[in-house]
């Protein structure tokens, strides 16, 4: 680094709260969700939304089910305006969904948003100004009282002018903005005069939100300062604390879980953390991480894709192939031991009928959130014989023996290192037809058998081509391998030895074909062979001349 970082950065002073409990809490159950995709999102996109977009983004959050969404800063735009009146006049609000709305404590526009609102059945009024000691000196000019008293100028408006509503409950929401910048001691102060100043009271909850404006410490700072905000502010039963974590270390997601341990009952975010600079915290990513701890998040995300679509179109921002839970590439794996451990963690819960999931690697069962076991795995040069063996099982029902999967996965890793990219289920099938089923200087066309003896002695009659011409050949074994086995001994010659054989149905019915595999002994070890017939036993002699033309090439 070119600047000496202890010159121009100073460390965040954390608050010394060595009796902190949140460390041995759990979470239980899911907070209250704000979804602020419509306000915090929306400023902070190089094109704010229209109102179509706003539309398609507001049906997307009220399937998913969230009961509270700020819709907008109805003072700052005409198009946030006209959005608040389109859902209010147009009867787009559900009966148990409340909008918020976000306002300065500036009388015009306190006066303006509550314009906004005319009509709604009901609504949250959120009211902010900066606390922080910085933006108290830069930005206002200021001291600590003359912050407080712009907070209550604001707050006494917002009450009057509720009052003053034909109908239509408004709660109060108030934000020490720029919370994470603010002296502890002082964000206490200025939420408890403004608490009063609306009169807070049992029945009369209002909603304080504690938001990392910017994200300034590590997650636990944050906690350690929720708990002792918790535990220091007056009449905390009229609170209703929510938290509203920015993600500007990348650790939002840790901060807001952290914070919910520490006594937060409300969090305010947006979909995959979409908001100013680096983001607001992700709540896709917090209602999924609930999920797979066996907590019911309150959110219907088992149509990711979806959502993901109509976040992206809105926003015009791409969510990372690596998104959490989100991502495309999320539920693929291309590494061998990984692919090899999936595969397994699949066939043992197939095996044990288990509704517990259990899978390597796979913290949540994709499908619950809507997508397919197709991409679980997919094949380049970093790939081992369990996820070729998997594709080729699960796109072709191919279920290939152990030594020949090794055998086959070298193929499969040379043709990928050679091509230098991923390879697709058809170029993997394609390797396997070049590699066992091409036709090679032997070919059978036909056979026959019959009992010889009642011990299940069998007689072979088998018609080939080799090297070009017609052969018939003819031999007796315990069944028709063994018999195909003496036959090419004795009149072709050839000396084989089975060690391995295997064979399975694809499909079912009158359309199934059968599967064959078999190891002979080689030159330097076994040579495999495989085939695909309608008969098990063509199969099985087709497997057995494959493994032969493959060992004498
Ligand atoms: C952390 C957050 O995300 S907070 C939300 C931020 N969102 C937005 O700002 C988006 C919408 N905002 C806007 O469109 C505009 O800023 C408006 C319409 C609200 C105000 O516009 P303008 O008055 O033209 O300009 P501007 O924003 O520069 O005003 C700054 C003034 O507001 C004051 N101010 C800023 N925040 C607040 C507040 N919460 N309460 C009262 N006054 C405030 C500043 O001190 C400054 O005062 P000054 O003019 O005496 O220096
Ligand atoms: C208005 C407040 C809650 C805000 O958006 C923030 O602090 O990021």
Known sequence: MKTAASEKYRPYPAIRLTDRTWPDRAITRPPAWCSVDLRDGNQALIDPMDTPRKLRLWNTLVGMGFKQIEVGFPAASQTDYDFIRFLIDGGHIPDDVTIQILTQ??????????????????????????????????VFGFDR??????ALAGTRLVRELSAQRAGGEVTFQYSPESFTGTEPDFAVAIVEAVAEAWGAAKGREMIVNLPATVEMSTPNLYADTVEWFCRTVKNRANLIISVHPHNDRGTGVAAAELAVMAGADRVEGTLFGNGERTGNVDVCTLALNLFTQGIDPGLDLSD????????????????????PYAGELVYTAFSGSHQDAINKGFKAREKANSTVWEVPYLPIDPADVGR??????????QSGKGGVAYVLERDYG??????????FSKVVQ????????????????????????????????????????????RALTAQLVVGGAERIIQGVGAGPVDA????????????VTVRDYHEHAIGEGSESQAACYVAIDGK??????????????MAALKAVVGAINRRER
């Open 105 to 138: 404590s500036r009388e015009d526009l306190i006066r303006k948003s509550f314009e906004a609102l005319d009509g709604a059945k009901r609504a949250i009024v959120h009211l902010y100004n900066s606390t922080s000691e910085v933006q108290r000196r830069v």
């Open 145 to 150: 009282q003359g912050c407080i008293d712009l």
């Open 304 to 323: 990711i894709d979806s959502i993901r679509a109509a976040a992206e179109e809105c926003t015009g921002l791409p969510v990372h192939p690596r998104h």
């Open 372 to 381: 397919t076991y197709e991409a679980v795995i997919r094949i380049n040069s």
């Open 398 to 407: 191919l279920e290939l023996p152990k030594a020949m999967q090794s055998e």
């Open 414 to 457: 040379s043709v990928a290192d050679r091509e230098g990219r991923e390879l697709s289920p058809a170029e993997i099938h394609a390797a396997f037809q070049a590699t066992y089923l091409e036709a090679g200087a032997i070919q059978v066309v036909d056979y026959s058998t019959v009992p010889v003896s009642s011990k299940g002695t």
């Open 484 to 495: 195909f086995v003496h036959a090419l001994q004795k009149d072709l010659g050839l000396f």
């Open 524 to 537: 330097a070890g076994v040579v495999h062979g495989a085939a695909i017939d309608a008969s098990v036993t």
